[in-house]
């Protein structure tokens, strides 16, 4: 059970470029959300999606965008990187939005 | 949105017992706790899904006050292994799930 999948582990940008982190699950599963980790402040929900086609914005949305064509995948954009956004990015998907949550592995984003 | 742990660090020898507790300011539908490595991802440890419902996991359990917004997670007589930061996981009736800001645990021989 591969369960669920983030690409990459580590990735160094430049200011202004832009990338896309992945995130797969092989569960079935149609609550997936994105947080970001910072020292001290936990993991905060950037955005969630519900199903296919449903999305919507967490408590730090900004500089990010998400789009969900398919119930295993869940991409998280960013569209002109900061320096702000240097953070370790964790992808989770559960049956439902209040059950189990599964993790994966975690990126950790370095912006220069 | 996002509910507040305390503490926020806590060391502890082998054999004693903590308590971590988790507050928040929105009316609250679940509960759950996870328990996260240095440089992994968070671990499921158990989901509390009415008020007053406590749970068990071997040593470690957990209470959940609704009307309070509050739970706590109880370790008891902890292990080298129970080491991590443990957090608080709450959702609201807007499908959306917060973490908590995080309870350090050392447990020292």
């Known amino acids: 059970n591969a369960g669920v999948t983030q690409t990459p582990k580590f990735q160094v940008l430049k200011t202004g470029q832009s990338m896309t982190l992945q995130c797969a699950q092989d569960?079935?599963?149609?609550?997936m959300s994105w947080y970001r980790q910072d020292p001290g402040m936990g993991l905060r929900l950037i955005h969630y999606?519900?199903?296919?086609?449903?999305?919507d914005q967490g408590e730090v949305p900004n500089g990010y965008n998400v789009s969900r064509s398919t119930t295993e995948d869940f991409p998280l954009r960013l569209l002109s990187a900061a320096p702000s956004q240097t953070s370790v990015y964790f992808c989770?998907?559960?049956?439902?939005?209040?059950?189990?949550?599964?993790f994966g592995q975690g990126t950790r984003l370095t912006v220069v | 949105q996002q509910p507040v742990q305390s503490p926020q660090a806590v060391i502890l020898r082998e054999g004693e017992d903590a308590v971590i507790n988790c507050s928040s300011s929105?009316?609250?539908?679940?509960v759950h706790w996870y328990r996260q490595k240095h440089g992994e991802a968070p671990v499921f440890l158990m989901i509390l899904l009415k008020g007053g419902e406590q749970k068990g996991h071997e040593k470690i359990s957990a209470s959940f006050n609704e009307k309070k917004q509050q739970s706590s997670l109880y370790l008891t007589a902890s292990q080298l292994s129970y080491s991590g930061t443990y957090f608080c996981g709450t959702a609201n009736t807007g499908n959306q799930f917060y973490f908590g800001t995080g309870t350090s645990l050392t447990v020292i021989p």
């Open positions: 989770a998907s559960s049956y439902l939005g209040l059950g189990e949550a599964f």
């Open positions: 999606s519900v199903g296919a086609g449903i999305t």
């Open positions: 569960m079935n599963h149609e609550y």
């Open positions: 929105k009316a609250l539908y679940s």
